[in-house]
């Protein structure tokens, strides 16, 4: 040791500065880096937080270039990568905002609300604590709104959602199908008209009559309304007044109405089959919405069989009847339906009004008439509805039934002329009406053959039941 330092005080004086300096240089050089340091994943935080002996999911971690290299495949232009950002941050606003609309749907007291007589809109809201400035708005809101504010009465209910304690927004049915919704927006409410989705499914009844087809129908779970369309079907071709049996039988195919997986109501009868007196008689519903047989010939006649609602038959059709009134034979060239004063009488098909008038015979009378082959007359009525050389369409209103002329009482005297000559409209056999279109024949056999298909199954089911 004393040697090193006799070695170094002997060195001169500039060499030992010298190697001072040289000294220091090298101890700076060892303590800085060595070049510029640059962001790695081994600075990037994340990695940095990296546990060992703990296992992560790589697919969850996203990494994040920390450049972009010009070259011929990455272009220098940043606006894709801005694009690419801006989309990410644009759906991750979308998948908020839905999530808070389901946060704050999931948070409104609904209130359902009995409209009272002589209520309104305003009355409903004062009695909710709603305020005038929220109930000018509402009514303001689209033309939904004022169907709303017309259609209120008493007896309906009407909803009102409230978000923590305030009112928020309103729903309003106008049918199982339809309702009026009043919804917040940036200055006010819209309201708008909404129409709930409605599926159908196939539903099945079936009947073998033991007193009368009405009560039939009921016990085969039909409503009113598809009992009488299912008889306007077959009117055609049955007289459901006199002409049903104890034993005739119907299957019926039909339309159940469905919404949110609910029962909404009934549709259309798409097949059915009417077995009267050992005739059947089969209806296959097409998209044009008439009935055909299943060859695709109109279930629907030129004409009806009976233009009115009757009682019963009070005089049939008879060439060598004695008349009631004067005991003299007087051929009756008609049938006399006996029904209330004031009864509907309709036109029995499409026409020509070529007389309208009265007599005192006849009384008030209307004849029509149908091509250049049919003449229908209509005698006795109360009142007439139709005046000469009108035109009328089948089902249409022409007169009420009355005693008026020389009667013994209220009835509708018919009668069916058939190039002039007077017919039993009974018996009368009743052109047809024009076939299914043959452009669409083959998409309706197709349909015809699976509602067949279904009717002979339901049949089945009902054999075996009884």
Do not use: C
């Not at 940095?48 to 010009?70: M, Q």
């Not at 950002?85 to 009995?114: C, F, M």
């Not at 017919?423 to 699976?450: C, G, H, W």
């Amino acid at each position: 040791m004393r040697g090193l330092t006799r070695f170094w005080s002997d060195f001169p004086t500039l060499h030992k500065v010298y190697i001072g300096f040289i000294s220091l240089v090298m101890v700076i050089a060892l303590w800085l880096p060595l070049e510029d340091a640059s962001a790695s994943k081994q600075n990037d935080a994340s990695t940095t937080s990296l546990k060992p002996g703990v296992r992560y999911d790589l697919s969850t971690l996203e990494v994040v270039p920390s450049s972009v290299e010009n070259s011929q495949d990455s272009p220098t232009d940043t606006s894709e990568i801005n694009q690419v950002l801006d989309s990410r941050v644009e759906s991750t606003q979308v998948a908020d905002v839905i999530e808070q609309e389901v946060e704050s749907n999931a948070k409104i007291e609904w209130r359902t609300v009995k409209v009272e007589k002589n209520d309104n809109l305003a009355k409903i809201f004062e009695r909710n604590k709603i305020s005038a400035k929220t109930l000018l708005q509402v009514s303001q809101s689209g033309p939904a709104a004022n169907t709303l504010i017309n259609k209120l009465r008493p007896g309906q209910s009407i909803e009102l959602g409230f978000l923590d304690d305030k009112f928020d927004r309103l729903m309003y049915p106008l049918s199982k199908f339809e309702f009026i919704e009043i919804t917040p927006v940036e200055n006010g409410y819209f309201a708008q008209q909404v129409t709930r989705a409605v599926d159908t499914k196939h539903a099945f009844a079936a009947a073998i009559i033991k007193s009368n087809f009405w009560n039939a129908g009921v016990q085969a779970g039909l409503n009113d309304t598809q009992i009488m369309n299912l008889a306007n079907i077959f009117g055609w071709d049955v007289d459901f007044a006199l002409d049903i049996r104890e034993g005739d039988s119907f299957t019926v195919v039909y339309e159940e109405l469905l919404v949110e997986g609910e029962h909404a109501g009934y549709g259309n009868i798409l097949a059915a089959e009417f077995v009267n007196q050992g005739d059947a008689f089969t209806a296959i519903r097409h998209s044009d919405g008439n009935y055909y047989t299943p060859e695709g010939n109109s279930m629907r006649k030129a004409f009806l069989r009976a233009p009115v609602n009757f009682k019963y038959i009070s005089s049939s059709f008879n060439p060598r009847r004695l008349h009631p009134v004067t005991g003299n034979v007087a051929p009756h060239r008609g049938i006399d339906y006996a029904a209330r004063t004031g009864t509907p009488v309709v036109a029995a098909g499409d026409g020509k009004v070529i007389k309208s008038g009265y007599n005192s015979l006849n009384g008030n009378y209307v004849f029509i008439q149908h091509g250049k082959e049919y003449v229908t007359k209509y005698l006795h009525l109360h009142k007439r509805y139709v005046r000469t050389g009108a035109k009328v369409k089948q089902n249409q209103k022409i007169g009420t039934v009355g005693a008026t002329g020389r009667v013994t009482g209220a009835h509708l005297h018919y009668e069916f002329l058939v190039n002039g000559v007077h017919r039993n409209p009974k018996t009368v056999k009743l052109p047809k009406a024009l076939p299914i279109e043959s452009n669409e024949k083959q998409e309706f056999m197709a349909i015809a053959t699976n509602m067949m298909s279904l009717l002979q199954t339901n049949k089945n089911v009902l054999l075996a039941a009884n």
